[in-house]
């Protein structure tokens, strides 16, 4: 019997203006930070991070970023962090400079933190990166011995971010609690190598609860660029609780059929939650989930425009060649298909991915919700 293991982040700070708080906090892990941010994020942050670092006694030392986490960028910050001698690296930003500057970190043997600019992915909170190619496509999980020293995410921020940002974050955590559920049924191993504890399990259905509850009243916040305990909770969910509990839970069918659409050229402009939206649909086609829950997932989602239709991430039931390579690449070994507790087949997936188009258009039509549309751009 597997032994069960949970991982987390030291700390989790989050809230309105958290921002003028890093100084502070990171002054607690080291001395000589180096911040990686871009140049559309930075210029949002920099006059709140100077205000802390400045009551601290610390240096602002920014490096700019740009594109996906490739080797190639986490070889970068690698290089700056050992020539200019810092103790602590910070990603400011999205999911791409999140994953590189944890990788960059480990690999130079120092603490990394995480403040994320949007409630966007489940990447703050975990102890692994996923590495993608200069084109954006799945390359490898990187995982390591310990979680981010600190995660620091400012509320006001968030709000004031694209509210396409806060959707997809949503989409991505949507997927936790089906994972974890799948996951502890079957006998696979969570992310972190060891069996899904309670506590794991229960913080992905937590985040479930929480987004049904809140999840559409959070994107109204932020639509009006406004900072509501709705949009307190979502990004607890979005951020912590689906980081936790996919890591502690497990990953399954839905983030196994995104890693294998980014094998679809015509999603690569499509964010990360989009994409696991189609995947968490998928995988509960697969599992023979109830209509019910089916239909209020398909009907959920349309309203919280995330796409449930070939047509929205830029293909058709007829395109076989790709659908059937993305449900190859989906049940490679070294992915999470593993997880689920019965076994899935290439052509399964084939199958319940080309399900999606007619079963979601029916239930949208049904519904008085609009006919899908492309969101690739
Ligand atoms: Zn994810």
Request: hydrophobic share 40%; with cysteine; proline share 5%.
């Amino acid at each position: 019997m597997s032994l069960k293991i949970l991982g987390s982040p030291s700390r989790y700070v989050q809230g309105k203006d958290a921002l003028k708080e890093l100084g502070g906090h990171l002054k607690k892990i080291g001395q000589s930070p180096l911040l990686v941010a871009d140049d559309t994020v930075w210029p949002i942050v920099e006059g709140a991070i100077k205000e802390g670092f400045d009551a601290e006694g610390l240096e602002v030392a920014r490096m700019s970023f740009s594109g996906h986490a490739t080797r190639e960028n986490v070889k970068a910050i690698e290089e700056k962090i050992k020539a200019d001698g810092h103790d602590i690296v910070v990603a400011v930003g999205g999911g791409s400079v999140t994953d590189s500057v944890k990788a960059a970190g480990y690999d130079a043997g120092v603490r990394f933190c995480i403040v994320p600019t949007a409630a966007s992915s489940d990447a703050p909170c975990s102890a692994l990166s996923v590495i993608y190619t200069e084109e954006g496509e799945f390359l490898e999980y990187r995982f390591f011995p310990n979680n981010p020293d600190l995660v620091l995410i400012d509320t006001r921020v968030v709000a004031n971010a694209p509210v396409r940002f806060l959707q997809a974050g949503i989409g991505d955590a949507l997927a936790t609690w089906p994972e974890a559920r799948a996951t502890n049924r079957g006998t696979a191993n969570n992310m972190h190598g060891g069996r899904p504890s309670r506590t794991g399990v229960a913080l992905a259905e937590l985040c479930w609860d929480i987004l049904w509850e809140y999840g559409l009243a959070a994107v109204d916040a932020v639509r009006a660029n406004t900072v509501t305990p709705a949009l307190e909770a979502v990004v607890e969910a979005n951020t912590l609780l689906s980081g936790l509990g996919f890591e502690s839970g497990g990953l399954a069918a839905a983030h196994a059929i995104h890693n294998g659409l980014t094998a679809a050229p015509s999603t690569h402009s499509l964010t990360h939650g989009q994409k696991v939206n189609i995947g968490t649909l998928t995988q509960l086609i697969l599992e023979g989930a109830e209509p019910e829950e089916i239909e209020n997932f398909i009907i959920f989602t349309t309203k919280l425009e995330l796409p449930n239709t070939l047509t929205e991430i830029g293909l058709t039931e007829d395109d076989e060649e790709i659908l059937r390579a993305v449900a190859e690449a989906a049940c490679l070994p070294s992915d999470t298909m593993g997880s689920m507790w019965f076994e899935v087949t290439p052509d399964d997936v084939y199958e319940a991915l080309r399900s999606i188009e007619q079963l979601s258009r029916r239930v949208r039509a049904e519904n008085g919700l609009p006919e899908p549309t492309s969101f690739v751009d």
